[in-house]
């Protein structure tokens, strides 16, 4: 009874109901039967009783044996429920006792549903002239009673299990159904699977049942869906605020890096150039010997080429100054091209020519100015001939090419290097702040985010060319 399901539950109480109430109500029934069986029973007996003793008045009073022994045959054999018939004269003498089947008739009137009837046998209607005692039987009667009595049972029983039968397909269909689908959509919501629905077919408070669960679910569902794309909107606010972050913080470190650096070079500028306006002067006091025939003139040259040095150092210094000058407050304004890749140049030579790279300039455009911030975009340029000579510096061919072009609305510079491109993992990281693939020391990740923010300010572009087989990056300035 306990693995059984409500509806099979309810089915077998029903059975057992139908069959314990049928069972009552035929008892009942059979009980009242029995007692008007038997009324009827004791009618019958008297009506044969007296029907069988007027056969007997005649013979009696004859004194007829024969006749009185064949009318007692007679009744022996024709009615069935008659077992045995005595017959004794007015005062109790023996006249005749026979019984069905020449039995004991003590015997047979102890037997179950049997009855004793006595009479008198009357004749003209005054004179007693005999007795007789009929001893019937009942037992067919009862035995009938009794099959009846089993067949509305059995019929009953029949009925009963159709009813659990029928009533247990019906409660399937309309209770055990629903509630077993209610029942795993509860259990699939307490996995946190909300997208699970019961159908709402089922009659009655089922069916309201089933549609409140779908409408709940539908609520969380709609809910755990606004919550996720609330996280998501989260996730993005603090993904930009971090960048921002990053960016403020790369600034600051680079806008100190600078300080740092301007400061120092401010003060060896200061340190190399009262030497070197000496060294200078002497060396022109030495060509005005030459020229006044004091020394030799083969020494000219030596003195031309250590003023010209000179005058290469106190540009390189100069420039230095300038570079490591933080230019982003400064105002946007028309430089000069070529100045700007000249100056360039000497500040990334001695780098290049240390790590034996070739440097390569092409300028094919009739670009004669630039407007924007030109230490910035200088410090930009340089941040990317740093990278790639950081890169080939160990490659068998070093180059690095920086070329200008041209349409009608930017000016492109694009820097390639001898590199065989960057790999899409790296390039996917490599422009947001503090991303290096360099050893602790070597670099600060921030070249290639800080010259992206300065090329943005400038309305332009950034990008790396992943279609050139070389590495490339291509910077893009509006022209204004
Ligand atoms: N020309 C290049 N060839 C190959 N990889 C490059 C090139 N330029 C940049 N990268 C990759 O991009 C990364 C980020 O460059 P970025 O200039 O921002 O930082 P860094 O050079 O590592 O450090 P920093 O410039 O602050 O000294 C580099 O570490 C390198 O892995
Ligand atoms: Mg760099």
């Known amino acids: 009874m306990k693995n059984l399901s409500l509806s099979q539950r309810i089915s077998v109480y029903l059975f057992l109901v139908i069959c314990i109430s049928t069972f009552i109500l035929n008892s009942a029934f059979f009980v009242v039967l029995r007692s008007q069986s038997e ?4 009618v019958q007996t008297d009506e044969i009783l007296s029907n069988i003793s007027r056969y007997y008045q005649i013979p009696i009073w004859n004194l007829d044996f024969n006749a009185i022994s064949e009318v007692t045959d007679n009744w022996l054999q024709t009615r069935s429920g008659v077992l045995a018939i005595n017959i004794t004269d007015e005062v109790g003498g023996a ?14 009137s102890k037997q179950p549903h049997t009855l004793l009837r006595k009479g008198k046998i009357i004749h003209d209607e005054r004179q007693h002239i005999g007795n007789i005692e009929v001893l019937f039987s ?41 509630l077993r689908n209610l029942i795993e959509g509860t259990q699939s919501a307490h996995n946190s699977n909300y997208t699970i629905r019961v159908p709402e077919n089922a009659p009655g408070e089922i069916g309201i049942l089933a549609a409140e669960f779908n409408k709940t679910m539908n609520q969380i569902e709609d809910r755990d869906r606004k919550l996720h794309q609330h996280n998501v909107e989260l996730e993005e606010i603090i993904r930009v605020r971090n960048l921002e972050l990053d960016k403020q913080r790369a600034t600051m470190i680079n806008s ?13 500028s200061h340190e190399i150039n009262n030497p070197l306006a000496v ?23 030596h003195f031309i080429k250590i003023t010209e040095m000179c005058d290469r150092i106190s540009k390189i210094i100069k420039n ?23 100056d360039i140049g000497e500040l990334t030579r001695l780098k290049l020519d240390k790590k034996a790279i070739v440097f390569k300039f092409n300028n ?3 670009v004669k100015q630039i407007y924007g911030k030109e230490i910035p975009l200088s410090q930009v340029i340089i941040n990317l001939i740093n990278n790639s000579a950081d890169a080939i510096e160990s490659l068998p061919e070093k180059w690095v090419e920086l070329t200008v072009d041209e349409d009608e609305k930017y000016v492109f510079f694009r820097l390639k290097d001898s590199g065989n491109g960057i790999p899409d993992d790296i390039q996917k990281k490599m422009m947001t702040p ?47």
């Open 279 to 301: 060294i200078i002067g002497k060396a022109s006091i030495l060509r005005n010997f030459v020229s006044k025939g004091k020394i030799p003139t083969e020494f000219e040259i």
């Open 95 to 108: 006249i005749i006792q026979k019984t069905k089947g020449n039995q004991e008739f003590t015997g047979l």
């Open 434 to 480: 503090f991303f290096t693939t360099k050893v602790i020391g070597k670099g600060t990740g921030l070249g290639l985010s800080i010259s992206k923010g300065i090329i943005e300010e400038h309305k332009g572009e950034l990008t790396y060319n992943g279609e050139s087989y070389n590495t490339e990056f291509i910077i893009k300035l509006p022209k204004v």
């Open 364 to 366: 094919s455009t009739n």
């Open 39 to 42: 009324d009827e029973f004791k």
């Open 138 to 178: 009942n037992a067919e009667r009862v035995e009938q009673n009794n099959l009846t009595y089993m067949k509305s049972i059995l019929v009953s029983l029949l009925f009963a299990l159709l009813v659990g039968l029928v009533s247990n397909h019906l409660l399937t269909l309309f209770v055990h159904r629903p």
């Open 256 to 268: 100190s890096r600078l300080a740092s650096l301007g400061e120092f070079s401010a003060g060896m």
């Open 320 to 342: 230095l100054r300038n570079f490591a000058r933080d230019g982003s407050n400064d105002p946007f304004d028309y430089f000069d091209i070529n100045r700007f890749f000249s």
